[in-house]
Structures are given as C-alpha cells and as structure tokens.
C-alpha cells in the first residue's frame, strides 16, 4: 500500500508517525516542497514553538476556533491535548512545560527539539521524505473515483511534480491513498494542484494581525500602554473579543486584538480593513464602584491622582480629558454629568479601524479546502476515496496560544486512524 503524503510540515510528518506505526508495513512517503520539513514548525512561538495548550481557560471550542470547532470537537475525541501532552512526553521524549497563560512550550524553549523528535521518529520508523518535490497536480490515475462507487479503495492517483527544482528525483509517482497537508494558502492558486479534483476551495483571507486605526494623537502618544482585561468590538456585530490590549504607534496589538483580528477574519478583509472600533476598557460594575469609593473615601484628592488599578496613569489622563473632566477637579466636585460621561468613554471609547498591521505576529490564514468537502470524522474527501486532507490546508484556523498546532496534530491522528480503520476493514471483506 503507498500512502502519498504532499507537505512536510506538522500535520504531514505527524501523519507520517502515526501511519507507521498502525500499518508498519505500508509504504509513506511525504512529498515536500522546500528544502527541509518542518521549516514552520522551526519559527513557531518565536523559535520555542507553543506546540499545544492546557485547553483551561477554553469554556467555548469555538471561542479557540472561529472556524472549524465541529470538525476539531470530532478530531479531539479521537487524539485530544491531553494526549498531545503524553506523546510528546512520553513517546517522543520531549520535556514540557505548561505556563502560566496555560500554553504549552518544550521544557528547553528551543523549537528544533520538537522539530528533530518528530523527524527522528519519522525517520526510525521508515517514512521516506522527499525534499524538493513540490506537486503540481493530483488525479485520478483510473475511474472515477467517486466514494459512491466502491467500498473499496480500489482507485490509484497520480500525483505530479513541478519541473522546477534541480534536485526532484521523479516526475509522478502513483498511491493509494493520498493526504494533502500543504499548510495555510495565503493565495488561494497555492491549491491549484487539486484543480483536477475540483474540489471546493474557500478564498483565504488573513487572520491573526494587528490593527491600524486613523487615530493620531493624543492616542498614539499613548504607545507601549499595555491594558489586561480590555473588551474589544465591532459595534454592528457580534464579533468581540476580551484579553489584554497593547497600544502601538499606528493602533493596537496584543491578544485582545489578535482574538478579534481572528473571529472576524472575513468581515474585516471584505470591508477592506475599514471599520468601526468600540473599547471598553473596564467592566461596567468595576467602574463604577470605583467611582463611587472615591466620590465616598477620597472626596478632596484630585481625579488625575487615582486611577483603577488596571489603567495605567498615561491612559487615565486621556480617559479624563476624552470625557471632557479636568484633572485638577476633586472627587467632591465631579457632578453627576460628568460621571457619566467618565464611564460612557470607559465602556464605548469609540475609534476607527483604517487598515491591517503589517504581518508581525504569528500569522494563519482563515479559507482553504472546503469542510462541505469532507467527512468531519475521518476527513476523507466525500467524492473521492482515498484522498485525505490535514492541518491549515482546511478551512480551520485558530487564534493564538498553541491551537494551530494542535489542529494539526489532532487532525493528522485523525486521518492516519481513519486510513487504518479502512484498510482493515477491506481486508476483512
Ligand atoms: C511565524 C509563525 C509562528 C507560529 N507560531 C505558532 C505557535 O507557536 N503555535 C501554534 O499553534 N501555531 C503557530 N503558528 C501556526 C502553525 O505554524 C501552523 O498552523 C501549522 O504549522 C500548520 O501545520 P500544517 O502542517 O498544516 O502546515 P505547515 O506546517 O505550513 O506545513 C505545510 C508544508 O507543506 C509544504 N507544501 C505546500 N505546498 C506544497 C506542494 N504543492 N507540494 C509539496 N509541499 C507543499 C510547505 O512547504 C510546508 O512545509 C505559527 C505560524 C507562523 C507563520
């Protein structure tokens, strides 16, 4: 039995693991088109690779996973981050450590351990990695191929090669099963090699970036602020998000923005990153009773001199001076108006979003193959038996904090559990 694998990267060198070691007897080649696999794998979290996450603070999978938390619901029932946890542990000898934010990064903080783990496993089980060899078509090498037409996975298919690089060994090869796990596109033509499959693609739009907002100072002045506990929104929406916020020279980043960014992906680039923007930089009931302690403990002190805890001095002067409250007035003076106004600028602080910020951070693509295209169990191709797809190349994405790769590695379980499963179950027909 040859298993095709076109992509090198976490889901594919993943797969490749798994495949081996439920059918050791198969052939798994993986087709990867650069020089090394793993080369993402290598700059995740910064160089230490943020490979899973405790999943505590997730109540919501789809808070975690704007789009796809059906099919990762399914994928965790079959290789969950707890399981992630032990076989990076325990099977592939790699020390990890949890942080405080729950995500979870190896104890060395060096991404390469996971990255030579992973190949050195690959490599003692017997899967052949063939670098330099970028598919440019996958077809159907006879029938029709269509999952209606056969219990059996009795179709071959071609894949062929781009002429491009001096080192491809081979022009096509031919497999009975194929997994395509050719990472995030951030142009949907990068999946112009499933052209002769037709098979659904949703356009990529970016995910994960910060935003640019057509505010010049004061608000710029106000760079390098960073706020915990923020609420951000797209008022016209539903789309919020609520993390830590840091203010940057051209508008905002951090989590709360990178959350956000996520969730509305695809309302955002349709709106050519122009967009209203509300902040709510405190709970209604925290403001409140902070209001209301001073106006009761600290009647003579200046409003300038005592700010909540969570809004650091810069930014409570431009709060005071956006609701029109000089600094100099005492909490006794405040009259009923301007409190008001003081928690109407804390709960809506309203600016505008003018355009996307430069790739920085950690960037996904939300779009890609269609999940109308697949089996949500076994993500096989629901026309075409045999041909599998795995990780970034399908329409899933996820915000920051290790859920990306842990798509991927649930995903890529998946399937090699799936491919095992049908295999035996032909056999014993
Ligand atoms: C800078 C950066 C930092 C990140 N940090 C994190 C993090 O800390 N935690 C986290 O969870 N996620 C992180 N991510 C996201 C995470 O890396 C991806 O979600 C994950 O790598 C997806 O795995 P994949 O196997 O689907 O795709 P990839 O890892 O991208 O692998 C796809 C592979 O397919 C190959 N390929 C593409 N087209 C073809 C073709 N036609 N033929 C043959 N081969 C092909 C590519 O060369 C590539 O090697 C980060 C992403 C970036 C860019």
Redesign the pocket.
Known sequence: MNIAI?????????CSIQLKTFLPQSAVTI????NK?????A????G??????SFKNISNLKNAYPRGEQLIKRAFKTFSPQQTYNYFEKELGVSLVTQEDE?V?PRSQN?MEIVNALINKAMSLGVQIETN????SVQLAGGNGKITESKHNSHKYLIS??SSHKDRKINSVSADYVIV?????PKTE??N?LKELDIKIIPSTPS?FTLNLNESNPFSSLQGIVVKNVTLSIPGTNFKSHDTLLITHWGISGPATLKLSSYASRYLAENQYNAPLQIRWMEEKQIEEFISYNILHSPSRQIQNTHPQSIPKRLWSYILSNASLREEITWKEIKKKGVNKLVQIILNDSYRISSKGEYK????TCGGVSLSEIDLYTLESKRYKGVYF?????DV??I?????????WS??YSVAAAIHKSFYSCTTQ
């Open positions: 076109i992509g090198g990267g976490a889901a594919g060198v993943f087709y990867e088109a650069g696999p793993l080369a993402k794998v700059i995740t979290g910064g230490r690779c943020n490979l899973t996450n995500c990064f991404a060899h970028r598919v440019s090669f781009h796990t050719t990472g995030g596109a990068f999946l090699f994960l951070e950690e960037f996904v795995a990780g970034e190349v399908l994405d996820a920051t904090g290790g859920f990306n790769l842990q798509a991927a995903c890529a």
